[in-house]
């Protein structure tokens, strides 16, 4: 039987939140900037035969606890974060499989930039690019680029949604059957195969074509993330790849029945679309020491740096709540600023119905989302082989683990792929080589069906 998972390493933030003191963390290396880290880690995943790394980003410094930048930069939260472009350049050099996956925001960006950009990588890459669209609902991204305030929710799916389109478009704007190189008539292209988009939207007006050649994927996969109805329906229109975190098998399965349901309305088939669930492994001797190793870890953690990153995840200062408040409060009040309500069934667990939280609970849930970045897997490296291996069998096909690195970097890939890896392969359920696939596209096995935008 082949082996159907697929793995992703999550290496967003690796040096932020505390990270970089943690013990194992960028030892013989100056830090995060340094190339020889990353050509390090990306042929250590490659030897452990996973799919493609990921580096989500952002724009700005996180400001929105108490309207400053200081806790944020005091404590080295969500910052800083460089565009990580030419380190992919950097990663596909010593590698010929792993596939990256890069962030840009649909909210601010034009979709002729991000075109151009991740077509560029494509071919710098031999076809491994997949680009992740986040719809921003951060005010310090949305203030350097012009922004006083946040888009409405559903208005940033809007854009999201004719940002593909555009997107979609200028990739198929140039055919592959385009360039002739005719050595004999001298004839470059064949003119008839370039087209003009003449795309005149709500957001965008652009011409068209691209103005390069059409890359080794001809579309690279496209990354969505979040859990919101409105962006299910995006989901379903437009990914092929979904990031999305449920805490349980039995989540895991109603989310993705749920997006089946409107794959099926628009025309899709389950398989066009790869589910990766995000799952952290707190590696240890045994469970308990691995909960021991973990409860340090948030010990280390100032409260004040828990609220921060929470206050910028959410997209709301919970500083100005009062010292007690319910969780209707806190929901009005994130969405009155057009913030991220995504934390919120996490925060009614600890009261329970009617319960109130406090400032310091919230700040607790902050340290303890910055240490565990998902749902967290405990115990030696068989164990959480094991746990891997069920969840995968309970939550069917088309899924993998997005897998959480952020605490010992580069020690956590190293001890994954050394001591993870080999288990799931033994086991059947992983892959031991890449095979015949080129691209990422061919190694996730999504197929690239083209369809117009009204679709």
């Known amino acids: 039987m082949t082996p159907t998972l697929k793995l992703a390493l999550d290496l967003s933030f690796t040096h932020t939140e505390g990270a970089w003191r943690n013990p194992g963390s960028w030892v013989n290396y100056p830090y995060y900037t340094h190339p020889a880290i990353w050509e390090d880690v990306a042929r250590v995943a490659e030897r452990g035969c996973i799919d493609m790394v990921f580096f989500g980003d952002g724009v700005g410094i996180p400001d929105t606890w108490e309207g400053s930048i200081d806790a944020a930069v005091t404590w080295g939260l969500q910052w800083p974060r460089h565009d990580m472009s030419p380190t992919i350049a950097l990663m596909s050099r010593v590698t010929q499989h792993l596939g990256f996956g890069l962030t840009f925001s649909p909210t601010y960006m034009h979709p002729y930039y991000v075109a151009r950009h991740v077509s560029s990588l494509d071919h710098v890459t031999g076809g491994r690019m997949a680009v992740n669209l986040v719809t921003s609902a951060r005010r310090s991204d949305a203030a350097n680029f012009g922004f006083d305030e946040l888009m409405e929710h559903d208005r940033r799916y809007e854009r999201a949604d004719e940002f593909i389109d555009v997107l979609k478009g200028l990739w198929s704007s140039v055919e ?247 288990i799931l392969q033994q086991r059947g359920v992983f892959k031991t080589g890449y095979g015949s696939a080129t691209t990422l596209r061919d190694n996730l096995g999504i197929p690239l069906k083209l369809r117009s935008a009204s679709s």
């Open 176 to 422: 592959p059957e385009a360039i002739l190189l005719d050595t004999g008539t001298g004839v470059f292209a064949d003119p008839a195969k370039v087209h003009y988009l003449d795309h005149h939207g709500e957001f965008f007006d652009v011409k068209g074509p691209l103005n390069m050649l059409p890359s080794p994927q001809y579309h690279p996969p496209l990354i969505q993330a979040g859990a919101s109805p409105r962006g299910l329906i995006s989901f379903a229109r437009n990914a092929d790849i979904v990031f999305v975190s449920r805490p349980s098998a039995a989540g895991m399965r109603t989310f993705r029945a749920e997006l089946d349901r409107h794959l099926a309305d628009v025309g899709r088939a389950p398989e066009e679309i790869q589910v990766l669930w995000p799952v952290h492994p707190m590696m240890g001797e045994n469970v308990e020491h691995a909960k021991e190793l973990e409860a340090q870890l948030i010990e280390s953690v100032p409260l004040e740096a828990g609220g921060v990153f929470m206050a910028h995840k959410s997209g709301f200062d919970f500083s100005t709540l009062p010292g007690t408040f319910t969780i209707e409060e806190a929901t009005a009040a994130i969405e009155a600023a057009n913030g991220s309500t995504a934390y919120l069934p996490k925060m009614a667990e600890m009261v329970g119905p009617g319960g109130l939280l406090t400032k310091q609970m919230f700040q607790q849930l902050g340290r303890e989302t910055m240490i565990a970045g998902g749902p967290t897997l405990y115990g030696s490296a068989t164990d959480i082989a094991d746990q891997i291996c069920d969840l995968h069998a309970e939550t069917g096909p088309n899924v993998g683990f997005m897998v959480s690195i952020i605490n010992f970097m580069p020690r956590n890939v190293v001890d994954f792929v050394e001591k993870v890896v080999p």
